[in-house]
């Protein structure tokens, strides 16, 4: 399995402001995932970015909003534009893995807090 | 459509008992299926998955689930609960040869075992 590592693994934020936060593999990896999940709560799918094309967001999140960079198969960045105290949530990125890319595997997560 | 219902949000269960997670599916092809667990303040964790095969399938920390195709359930267990056991647990549904192969998500049961 992949050993997901993400930055910052938590920060507080003023509304108006964004934040990056970074995703990184320690092997390469062709499909990564952004999600959110409000805390005790289940997942949501933002967004997912190959290295080489244009992130495919889902239904609800635009990309000027979570503008996210792949450039190379070991890394990621989601960036949270414009905040909102709404925006407070966690968020992690996944890669799958397995012989048939069949699993998905989490990085430890950024828990956002925006006042 | 797609789907996962985890009917409990919560489960008790007292140390040294057998535990159970349900977790039913609809998909309209063959079913990936998933089990995750999130410590608090952590990050998702793979715990075992179904692709084929045995319908008993075992996982980390001592951890199985039976796939049984004619309930279209997906059942977490354990035979001795251990208060560690204690998190959130994640069903996940994925159709493989569909058109949308995306995890699937259940709403999460929190599992608290009492000492």
């Known amino acids: 399995s992949a050993v997901i590592s993400q930055k910052p693994s938590r920060d507080i934020c003023q509304r108006g402001t964004s934040l990056t936060i970074q995703c990184q593999v320690d092997?390469?990896?062709?499909?990564m995932f952004w999600y959110r999940q409000q805390p005790g709560q289940s997942l949501t799918l933002i967004a997912t970015?190959?290295?080489?094309?244009?992130?495919?967001?889902e239904s609800g999140f635009v990309i000027d909003k979570f503008p996210i960079s792949r450039p190379n198969l070991t890394f990621s960045t989601l960036t949270v534009s414009n905040m909102s105290p709404e925006d407070s949530s966690i968020y992690l990125c996944?890669?799958?893995?397995?012989?048939?890319?069949?699993?998905?595997?989490f990085g430890p997560g950024t828990r956002l807090l925006v006042l | 459509a797609q789907s996962v219902a985890q009917p409990e949000d919560q489960v008790n269960v007292a140390e040294g008992n057998p535990l159970t997670v349900k977790c039913t599916y609809s998909?309209?092809?063959?079913?990936?299926l998933f089990w995750y667990v999130q410590y608090p303040n952590r990050g998702l964790q793979f715990l075992l998955k179904?692709?084929?095969?045995d319908n008993l399938v075992k996982g980390s920390y001592g951890f199985e689930a039976e796939f049984n195709k004619s309930q279209t359930s997906f059942h977490l267990k354990k035979p001795s609960a251990l208060v560690s056991d204690s998190a959130l647990y994640f069903c996940?549904?994925?159709?493989?040869?569909?058109?949308?192969?995306?995890?699937?998500w259940g709403a999460g049961t929190k599992l608290i075992i009492k000492p």
């Open positions: 996940a549904v994925r159709d493989m040869w569909g058109s949308n192969y995306q995890l699937i």
């Open positions: 970015a190959n290295q080489g094309s244009e992130a495919t967001y």
């Open positions: 179904y692709i084929t095969g």
């Open positions: 996944s890669v799958e893995s397995g012989r048939d890319q069949e699993t998905q595997y």
């Open positions: 092997s390469q990896v062709t499909m």
């Open positions: 998909v309209s092809g063959n079913p990936y």
